[in-house]
């Protein structure tokens, strides 16, 4: 996930403006500051009937409009404030942001270039220009702007962690893993920078360095869904299977509508033969996702290893009905009905996979179907 800030500066009022509009404006900023946004949009309505003209007020509803997502209502605030004070570089920069959350990325890139030509140092407006290449899948541009945020900004830790993302994208791998080193030097409580850096880890098969830094996001974020079901993916490869079906356990106690979390465990708990298990977690995976496809095949799988044959091809058939070009289901289903007695049936289904690529069933139509 991309880090992308909204660099709220909520304005004050002078001593200009008459008692009642600075009591508005000092609530309104005041309920601001106590999320009380509504109230707070209540209050600038006032204090603008009072003085049209003072464009920190409608720069302040706009906030407030945008952090209940309002955000067509906070761009024509913001508008206002541009067109009273058309050197306001943080209009621009919240307008932008706003645009951005309206997948007006255009405009959003448009306006971030405005800030940054009125305040040539703004780093966080280059982060968010990146942030937004990235998401448009431009990575050497959104590198680039992440560059000139560090330029800037030596210390900009979201800067580096928004790097390490993008190059995590295009699997510069050890790259990444420099980027989130950097970020958790900057903040080592940032439990997302563990995190990610860990996936990278895994990605580059360093399961155990992953495992580590999964504990240590889970460490700053006990709740950290992802990290558990991550750290439970690593646990596997390193064939903790015991370790990773707790680690299954914690994730579906967290977010127990996830089939993903249940598939995997149904995976772990074969690993360890408990078929049946596993075949409870299959089930449930496919009741939370009725096509998925890996997960009749496995189930198929645990019900070949309890010897019901029968109810193996059952699920076979479904997973290549859902992928016709599946050639592990064909290949599976070519086992189960040999030992089902069907040995047309096999031949056909190993056919099928060689014809799909699978060249381990070679030996086995060699063997059976000559």
């Not at 790259?175 to 995190?195: F, M, S, T, V």
């Not at 996702?289 to 058939?317: F, M, Q, S, V, W």
Request: aromatic share 14%.
């Amino acid at each position: 996930m991309k880090k992308l800030i909204l660099f709220f500066i909520i304005f004050v009022t002078s001593n200009i403006y008459s008692q009642t509009v600075e009591e508005y404006l000092v609530s309104g900023n005041k309920k601001y500051n106590l999320k009380d946004y509504t109230g707070a949009i209540t209050d600038y309505d006032k204090a603008i009937e009072l003085d049209p003209n003072y464009a920190a007020l409608y720069y302040n509803r706009g906030i407030a409009k945008s952090e209940l997502k309002q955000y067509t209502w906070a761009i024509t605030d913001f508008n206002k404030a541009i067109e009273l004070k058309p050197d306001d570089e943080e209009a621009y920069f919240n307008r932008g942001y706003t645009k951005y959350k309206t997948k007006d990325y255009d405009g959003a890139i448009a306006d971030y270039s405005k800030a940054i030509e009125i305040k040539p140092g703004y780093a966080i407006a280059y982060n968010n220009i990146g942030n937004i290449k990235s998401d448009l899948k431009d990575y050497t541009g959104a590198i680039t702007d992440y560059n000139k945020a560090i330029e800037l900004k030596s210390d900009y830790s979201e800067a580096y962690f928004n790097r390490g993302n993008t190059k995590s994208d295009i699997k510069d791998y050890s790259g990444a893993i420099i980027d989130y080193n950097k970020a958790n030097e900057l903040q080592p409580n940032d439990e997302e920078a563990y995190y990610n850096r860990g996936i990278t880890k895994s990605d580059l098969k360093d399961y155990t360095g992953a495992i580590a830094d999964y504990n240590k996001a889970i460490e700053l974020k006990p709740g950290h869904t992802e990290a558990y079901f991550n750290r439970g993916n690593a646990k596997s490869y390193v064939k903790d299977f015991t370790g990773a079906i707790k680690d299954y356990n914690k994730a579906n106690e967290l977010q127990p509508n996830d089939e993903e979390v249940y598939y995997n465990r149904g995976i772990a708990k074969s690993d360890v033969m408990d078929y049946a298990g596993a075949i409870e977690d299959y089930n449930r995976a496919l009741e939370l996702r009725t096509d998925y496809e890996e997960a009749y095949n496995n189930r198929g799988n645990a019900k070949y290893n309890l010897n019901d044959y029968k109810g193996a091809i059952e699920d076979y058939n479904k997973a290549i009905v859902l992928k016709p070009d599946d050639e592990e289901a064909y290949y599976n289903r070519g086992i189960a009905k040999f030992n089902n007695e069907d040995r047309d049936g096999s031949c056909s289904d190993w056919y099928k996979a060689k014809s799909f690529g699978k060249k381990e069933v070679e030996d086995l139509i060699d063997k059976y179907c000559k």
